[in-house]
């Protein structure tokens, strides 16, 4: 594990575990895992200054964002797929404003992720989700597209990003199973 020292110059770099473990530190923990909203809340005059606004914001995006895996599986398990969608499109857009791991401040003119995001939705126009997918940065973006518009959706997405940019994925209703 990385001293606090370097802990600190990473957040300052914008890497974002750090910044969060460097967070969790000052609240005198080695991991955000347990911490409240309002323990965070509570001391974020004190992080500030240390830290910064963006470590505090990805703090409370990741505290936020449990809360919302919770709502999430449960809206699986009661069948309610629109409750989920919107728990993802709320997800996705913590993820941009708050984590901000759509782009990077490395290279502002490169903001592929955000372009992606902003189209789905466009497309999508309220119905189905998307959100920034993976470890952010690298260009991914999920979306949830009703099977009857994957395929004009599809290619609105390779129109704007190059022929085979847009993959799409088929979920089995059986779940997970061995395939011989």
Do not use: W
């Not at 955000?32 to 409370?60: F, T, W, Y």
């Not at 936020?64 to 709502?71: I, P, S, W």
Request: charged share 30%; proline share 2%.
């Amino acid at each position: 594990m990385r001293d606090y020292t370097t802990q600190m110059d990473a957040a300052k770099r914008g890497i974002i575990t750090p910044e969060m473990k460097a967070v969790a530190k000052e609240l005198g923990r080695e991991a955000l895992r347990g911490v409240s909203e309002a323990e965070l809340v509570e001391k974020i005059p004190a992080l500030r200054p240390k830290l910064g606004d963006r470590a505090v914001l990805r703090a409370l995006h990741f505290i936020r964002e449990n809360e919302r895996v919770k709502r999430a599986k449960q809206d699986l398990i009661d069948g309610r797929l629109e409750d989920f969608f919107k728990v993802v499109n709320e997800s996705g857009s913590s993820s941009f404003k708050y984590l901000q791991n759509v782009y990077t401040t490395l290279n502002v003119s490169e903001q592929g992720l955000s372009l992606a995001l902003s189209l789905a939705e466009g497309y999508l126009g309220g119905e189905g989700a998307s959100r920034v997918h993976g470890g952010g940065f690298a260009g991914t973006i999920q979306a949830f597209v009703k099977t009857e518009l994957v395929e004009e959706y599809r290619q609105a997405i390779d129109s704007a990003f190059g022929k085979g940019a847009c993959h799409v994925l088929r979920i089995r209703p059986d779940g997970a199973i061995k395939v011989f």
